[in-house]
């Protein structure tokens, strides 16, 4: 059997983390249990205590692209520009875990940074259902409302270099990796016609945090206890965000509950409104829905062709067949009132 490569060896991975650490300026004297964490499609989690000279520990967690990975083409070019906006968003207000390092450059690791080990509830679907998560349940629309609006509200200083799309750029951007997903769907035509006569032009454009939704929100019993993932953060108009949260497909089967199966777009908009956000336009609100339900069927278009032309996985399989849901949605959300909804 070959040797395992650097990033792929435990112990080696360990000695990076260690060298990055002291590097920072951390006292680290060991890299003790680290093992790697479920979930993260895109990148490598893993768990680990930092030992500390003179006593003490540190527990963190890694998130890291091993070298030689490619990158999204929608996120951000670089794992550690995550840790400079985690960074950002914490000072205006939203909750995040602390930043404890980066990986330098030309680390053996990779690209990525260390946090705070935080615990709490990241599975959407448990978020629904956990009886000791109803209190919480009870006040998270309002809450993510009040955290998109400190968020939004932060100013993005020009080195983060983010991507700046308004509402024709983004509708643009979508037709463009669904004709590149290979696949003709008559649903997706017809939305995109509806997208370009009904998205509102915006009228102006804030830090997004691009995939704020159940599923990246760490939850304890006393509520949100931290926003994760930003991979695919950039500047856009406000109800991309308000918008994505209501995306049928992260209410998990609570559809009568439209923001993340746990609350209702008035709890939404008034925590938005009540902490400083813009007002929310409700025609404006539902046509970035359309937008951002397409825009999912098209990111699971895009995991299917990888799907076919590539390594093939049990977890993409499943995502790619879920841009037929996103159809049956689309069409529900652009003809709510056609009697086929309500035959025998």
């Not at 951390?26 to 490598?44: I, T």
């Not at 995939?211 to 929100?217: A, E, H, I, P, Q």
């Not at 108009?237 to 209410?251: I, K, N, T």
């Amino acid at each position: 059997m070959s040797e395992a490569s650097p990033v792929e060896n435990v112990d080696a991975l360990a000695v990076a983390i260690l060298d990055a650490a002291r590097t920072a300026g951390v006292p680290a004297d060991a890299v003790d249990g680290l093992k790697r964490l479920g979930g993260g499609a895109s990148k490598d989690m893993w768990s680990f205590d930092l030992m500390l000279d003179g006593g003490g520990r540190m527990e963190l967690v890694l998130r890291r692209q091993p070298p030689g990975r490619r990158f999204s083409s929608q996120g951000l070019g670089s794992v550690a520009r995550e840790a400079a906006l985690a960074r950002l968003a914490g000072e205006a207000g939203v909750p995040v875990p602390a930043i404890a390092f980066e990986l330098p450059a030309g680390s053996p690791a990779g690209d990525g940074y260390a946090m705070e080990r935080l615990a709490g509830e990241t599975v959407g679907v448990r978020v629904l259902k956990l009886p000791e998560l109803a209190d919480a349940r009870a006040g998270m629309a309002h809450r993510c409302g009040e955290i998109l609006a400190r968020l939004h509200a932060a100013t993005v200083p020009d080195g983060l270099n983010l991507r700046s799309q308004g509402a024709r750029e983004e509708l643009a951007a979508l037709e463009v990796r669904y004709r590149d997903s290979g696949q003709d769907r008559p649903v997706f035509e017809y939305a995109l016609r509806w997208l370009a006569d009904n998205l509102p032009d915006e009228h102006r454009r804030v830090l997004l945090h691009g995939d704020f939704r159940n599923g990246n929100l760490m939850v304890g019993p006393e509520g949100i206890r931290a926003l994760l993932d930003w991979e695919l953060a950039h500047v856009g108009p406000p109800a991309y965000d308000l918008a994505w949260l209501c995306v049928p497909s992260w209410r998990f089967q609570r559809p009568e509950l439209p923001v993340g199966g746990f609350g209702t777009r008035e709890d939404l908009i008034t925590g938005y409104v009540g902490a400083g956000g813009a007002p929310v336009d409700r025609a404006e609100l539902h046509a970035w829905e359309v937008f951002q339900t397409m825009n999912w069927g098209v990111m699971c278009l895009g995991v299917a062709k990888a799907f076919v032309e590539g390594p093939r996985t049990v977890e993409a399989a499943v995502i790619a067949r879920r841009a037929s849901e996103t159809e049956f949605d689309l069409l529900r959300m652009l003809a709510p009132d056609h009697g086929g909804w309500n035959g025998r």
